[in-house]
């Protein structure tokens, strides 16, 4: 395949994969998430390779991430599709998108502000309420609604959110 098509193919790719959002915050898309780590094209055939990183070891989305991956290209005319799963260098939330993260906010899940984490640290975070702004918040749980989440509560609205933990 000539050099121009080449780069039209994963240009298109790209912008077919920042429409495929992710299953469990489905304000986020995979490319405000990160974990699209790479395309690969064939020179010379039109076999594909996505090279994506899940958010943690075992995370239960990957599944049907990969499903809506293969969905979503092949709704656009490419059926020789591979999904590579590759898990080192492990995902950070630093791979997230600034546009990701204040999706996040928007929808009511407070951003992650630190890669820093342990059970201490996270108990003395003033993490900020994506519904109010306040940083009077105390941690509820380790867990929120997924184990990627923590659960606060603000002081100040006594609103529960879910606070994106960093890794």
Not at 12 to 20: A, F, K, S
Not at 138 to 152: D, Q
């Given at each position: 395949?000539?050099?121009?098509?080449?780069?039209?193919?994963?240009?298109?790719?790209?912008?077919?994969?920042?429409?495929?959002?992710?299953?469990?915050?489905p304000v986020l898309t995979i490319l405000d998430l990160g974990i699209v780590r790479d395309i690969e094209c064939s020179k010379e055939s039109t076999a594909i390779?996505?090279?994506?990183?899940?958010?943690?070891?075992?995370?239960?989305?990957?599944?049907?991430?990969?499903?809506?991956?293969?969905?979503a290209l092949a709704e656009a005319g490419?059926?020789?599709?591979?999904?590579?799963l590759v898990l080192s260098p492990a995902w950070t939330t630093d791979w997230m998108s600034e546009a990701g993260k204040q999706k996040l906010k928007a929808y009511g899940i407070a951003a992650p502000v630190s890669r820093a984490f342990n059970k201490v640290y996270l108990e003395e975070l003033q993490i900020?309420?994506?519904l109010c702004s306040s940083t009077n918040t105390?941690?509820?749980?380790?867990?929120?609604?997924?184990?990627?989440?923590?659960?606060?509560q603000c002081k100040d609205c006594l609103e529960p959110f879910d606070y994106f933990k960093c890794h």
């Open positions: 395949m000539q050099e121009q098509g080449l780069q039209e193919r994963e240009k298109q790719i790209w912008e077919i994969l920042g429409t495929v959002c992710d299953p469990e915050i390779q996505i090279i994506i990183t899940p958010t943690y070891t075992g995370c239960p989305a990957m599944d049907m991430i990969s499903t809506q991956i293969r969905m490419f059926q020789d599709i591979t999904i590579k900020a309420c994506p105390k941690l509820i749980s380790e867990f929120g609604s997924t184990a990627c989440k923590a659960l606060f």
